[in-house]
């Protein structure tokens, strides 16, 4: 089951690091929650529509120049599985280039369908 809670990880990150953000999507579920930038989002909808409000403001959406990742641990518990990883990526913007250093835990629930989402996410800076 790890590996399949890998291979689930890995699509997500791989839709981030190509700026295909609608496929990122695909990767929660519709009753995920979300804490990013110190906001909590209550939904998947809530999430996706405060991205593309955000998104609107952008004549160009940032496109990251470099992700790299590193899975810290994975904690399976039976259909639940909470992955923290370490993120840094520096991305391109209307506003120029800038690094953001992270970590962020993603807690993963194996569906009725076998597939497994994403049902919270919480992303916080990297003490330096």
Request: glycine share 6%; net charge negative; no cysteine.
């Amino acid at each position: 089951m790890e590996r399949e809670v890998l291979e689930a990880y890995e699509q997500l990150v791989s839709a981030f690091r190509e700026g295909r953000w609608d496929e990122k999507f695909v990767s929660f579920a519709d009753e995920a929650t979300v804490v990013d930038g110190g906001r909590w989002f209550g939904s998947l909808n809530e999430y996706r529509d405060a991205w593309n409000r955000w998104a609107a403001t952008h004549e160009t959406l940032p496109v990251p120049a470099s992700v790299e990742t590193r899975v810290l641990k994975v904690q399976m518990l039976g259909d639940v599985a909470v992955l923290t990883h370490s993120i840094e990526s520096r991305e391109r913007s209307d506003d120029g280039e800038e690094t953001e250093h992270e970590v962020e835990s993603i807690v993963f629930a194996k569906q009725p369908d076998g597939r497994w989402l994403v049902v919270h996410q919480h992303i916080s800076p990297r003490a330096g």
